[in-house]
């Protein structure tokens, strides 16, 4: 069991819009702390895909956005492309663990 | 250009002690603010955190292996060494280790390219 809550899958077809959301709790996104997302593509480590909400790492196309607002954060894919096609993991710091937490990741499937 | 590569033994049988190394380059592990992160990822299942040193030394672990996890780090070698006691089969998946952002807010850029441990008799 995830400390985050993700949806186990999302899909969309080429060239359209997909959000995955992120679940926290009040001690984690609720005190305050940031999400991060990962992009894993099949059989390779995980990347960084956006830090702190909504920053982008050198690299990351904009059609990447994220947000977060109380308890709660998001990922969005515009213009979706087959090489989309990955698990995504959201993350973020936990004052009760005292360490850092994942979603339990979601699979997205660009049909 | 930073990069971490993880080593280790790709299987351990059940109730040993495994050594996995993280060999890190274009940085300092004395560095101000430097951080290294353990997770693993058990097959077809989510990522999990494990551990974390930063470069003072200071140490944490995640609560629910805590007894069984020990992270150190070896600053003339560039390497941070961790050790899981009493390995079992459920422990089986792929390690890695990540470079540490951010003060509070700890994010992970770059990751190893991991390593699958196999737990089995």
């Known amino acids: 069991q995830s400390v985050l809550t993700q949806p186990p899958s999302v899909s969309g077809a080429p060239g359209q819009r997909v959000t995955i959301s992120c679940t926290g709790t009040s001690s984690n996104f609720g005190a305050g702390y940031d999400v991060h997302w990962y992009q894993q593509l099949p059989g390779a480590a995980p990347k960084l895909l956006m830090y702190n909400n909504n920053r982008r790492p050198s690299g990351v196309p904009d059609r990447f956005s994220g947000s977060r607002s109380g308890t709660s954060a998001s990922l969005a894919i515009t213009g979706l492309q087959p090489a989309d096609e990955a698990d995504y993991y959201c993350?973020?710091?936990?004052?009760?663990?005292?360490?850092?937490?994942f979603g339990g990741g979601t699979k997205l499937t660009v049909l | 250009q930073f990069t971490l590569k993880e080593s280790g033994p790709t299987q351990v049988k059940p109730s040993q002690t495994l050594t996995l190394t993280c060999s890190v380059s274009?940085?300092?592990?004395?560095?101000?603010?430097?951080?290294v992160g353990w997770f693993r990822q058990p097959p077809g299942k989510a990522l999990e955190w494990l551990a974390l040193i930063y470069w003072d030394d200071d140490k944490r672990y995640t609560p629910s292996l805590k007894s069984r996890l020990t992270v150190t780090e070896d600053t003339s070698k560039n390497q941070v060494v961790l050790t899981m006691t009493n390995m079992e089969p459920v422990d089986t998946g792929t390690y890695y280790c990540?470079?540490?952002?951010?003060?509070?807010?700890?994010?992970?850029?770059?990751w190893g390219q991991g390593t699958l441990v196999t737990v089995s008799p």
């Open positions: 993350q973020s710091y936990d004052t009760g663990l005292r360490g850092s937490v």
């Open positions: 274009g940085f300092s592990l004395s560095s101000q603010g430097v951080g």
């Open positions: 990540a470079r540490l952002y951010g003060a509070s807010d700890n994010w992970y850029d770059p």
